[in-house]
């Protein structure tokens, strides 16, 4: 699964982790990825998305329809 949200499109991020002596190392920071399905009524069927748990609070907000239309409209394919 890759890391990274169909709606949002976060990706993970890299950085340095820095030690109490200031050393520094690479590291990244991943999103809270989850995988979620949803019925989409208009549709009659179900989709299974990778989704941020932020993009899962801007579903509930926006709804199914027009969330999908927003992935839609990155081009992402359901």
Same mark, same amino acid.
């Given at each position: ?6 709606? %949002? ?40 998305? %990778? ?6 609070? %801007? ?20």
């Amino acid at each position: 699964m890759s890391a990274h949200c169909q709606l %949002t499109g976060v990706r993970p991020v890299f950085g340095n982790h820095v030690s109490h002596s200031h050393r520094r190392t690479r590291r990244r920071w991943d999103p809270n990825i989850q995988r979620r399905r949803y019925w989409v009524p208009s549709e009659g069927r179900h989709v299974r998305l %990778t989704l941020s748990a932020r993009a899962i609070k %801007t579903i509930d907000q926006i709804g199914i329809d027009r969330a999908l239309a927003r992935i839609r409209a990155r081009g992402e394919k359901i």
